[in-house]
Each structure stands twice: as C-alpha cells, then as structure tokens.
C-alpha cells in the first residue's frame, strides 16, 4: 500500500472523518464532541496533505536544479 498517497488523499481523510463520526454517534458522544473530533481530523489532514504537496514540490525543484547544473 502506497501510504504517502492514501495520506495525501482528500478521499482518504473523508473516510477517517466518517468512521470517527459513526464511531462518536456509536458510543453516544454528544454532538459537541463530534463536531470536534471531526473538525480535529480534518484540520489533521488538510496539514498533513499540505505537508506533502509542498514535498513533492520542492522534490521536482531540487531535481529541476540538478538537471539544470548536469
């Protein structure tokens, strides 16, 4: 499994929001709760997909760099 690009997935995140939401509703957590469980995941994982795109950004301009000093 690929999981630099299962973390990078906007899918991927949705997925863990959802089953922590049906995981919060299974074992009665209140609504507050829930709203902040699920808003915790999705800041999670808009930093952790932003952490890779600016990686796999700087990665093409590093390789840009020494192409351009071969």
Do not use: N, P
Not at 11 to 18: C, E, P, Q, R, S
């Amino acid at each position: 499994m690929k999981w630099k690009s299962k973390l990078a997935s906007r899918k991927f995140w949705a997925l863990v929001a959802g089953v922590a939401t049906s995981i919060c509703v299974l074992v009665g957590a209140d609504g507050d709760v829930t709203t902040k469980i699920t808003g915790l995941i999705g800041t999670v994982g808009t930093v952790v997909v932003y952490m890779l795109a600016e990686a796999h950004v700087d990665g093409k301009s590093a390789a840009g760099e020494q192409k351009r000093k071969q």
